[in-house]
């Protein structure tokens, strides 16, 4: 494989294209390969005072990892630029406008997404997310001071927005919020444990890796089934309760391959080794039960990698 998907982002996001009205490409920025990854292993400041809290300058191309406050002032015009704010697996993100000082008749814009948009792919896909796709886009110019401030409903968010004229501004404050039932979760690092449990609760819930990943879960678990023996089935989808792993160079998990279905309970271990840029967990519930599934992943290195290539195991992952 040629580069991994930590590295495709960079591709990824230059190529950008928002789902909101006419397709918009990232061009023209200055944001550094070492900037645009540093945000993967950031420590998260917490909520401090407002004197004390972290503040910098936002980019027209960004990720941001830590809560603080970010503004963004146009030396030139900017007609395509992304923000893109990342949280702990058991936290949501919330975008609060402090000061907006933009043309909006003037087609300026500044749009808060409910998750993340690469390239036309959407996380949370729209099968995933509880929320109808319109719902998502929070358009400050649409809302003005009736929406001052937009929660996440996962651990990412992104901004995007549009100004032409130089010296128009804004200013946002990102804070960060527990949830106690995470459910669709982007991981920030290629390697950790995880549980995911849905309590009851008529959804689906997905955790993505975008790094090709060792996985073992150790533990699956679902009402209806406990007591049966380990086992793969390809009927899991008709049980309406069912563990999926998937894999893939994007993001959107309704556009991922199977790998494997999983929908009679067990206590592990089940190994796997998944190639791909973007190995994801995906937990679909009828509501029925208590689910959950635990596991634990790495990071391949690159002769694990080569040998998976060389098997043709997943060849879809290094061929799209």
């Not at 444990?193 to 997905?206: A, D, E, F, G, K």
């Not at 937990?283 to 290539?309: A, N, P």
Request: aromatic share 10%.
């Amino acid at each position: 494989m040629e580069r991994t998907f930590r590295e495709q982002l960079l591709v990824l996001v230059l190529c950008l294209s928002v789902l909101k009205g006419d397709s918009r490409y990232i061009e023209n920025n200055e944001i550094s390969k070492d900037d645009l990854y540093s945000f993967f292993n950031s420590e998260l400041k917490r909520e401090t005072p407002e004197e004390l809290m972290y503040r910098r300058p936002l980019r027209c191309l960004d990720m941001v990892a830590v809560e603080g406050q970010f503004t963004f002032t146009a030396e030139r015009p900017q007609l395509s630029c992304a923000a893109f704010f990342m949280a702990e697996p058991n936290e949501v993100i919330t975008v609060d406008y402090d000061s907006v000082d933009i043309n909006c008749r003037g087609g300026d814009f500044i749009t808060v997404f409910d998750g993340w948009v690469m390239k036309g792919e959407k996380f949370p896909s729209s099968q995933d997310h509880p929320l109808p796709l319109y719902e998502r886009y929070v358009d400050y110019c649409d809302s003005g001071s009736l929406r001052r401030a937009v929660r996440s409903s996962q651990n990412v968010a992104m901004v995007f927005f549009r100004i032409h004229n130089a010296g128009s501004s804004f200013t946002l404050t990102v804070r960060k919020h527990i949830n106690p039932f995470p459910c669709n979760v982007m991981s920030q690092s290629p390697e950790g444990s995880y549980t995911m449990v849905i309590p009851q609760q008529r959804r689906n819930c997905s955790f993505s890796i975008i790094y090709p990943v060792a996985i073992d879960i150790s533990e699956f678990s679902l009402g209806h089934y406990n007591n049966f023996p380990k086992r793969s089935m390809p009927g899991c989808v008709e049980t309406g309760d069912f563990v999926q792993l998937l894999g893939g160079n994007g993001i959107d998990t309704s556009k991922l391959l199977p790998i494997t279905d999983l929908c009679i309970s067990f206590a592990g271990p089940t190994h796997m080794k998944i190639g791909c840029d973007n190995t994801v967990v995906r937990m679909v519930s009828s509501g029925k039960f208590v689910s959950r599934v635990s596991f634990s992943y790495r990071l391949l290195d690159s002769q694990e990698l080569q040998t998976i290539k060389l098997n043709n195991v997943e060849d879809f992952c290094f061929n799209n």
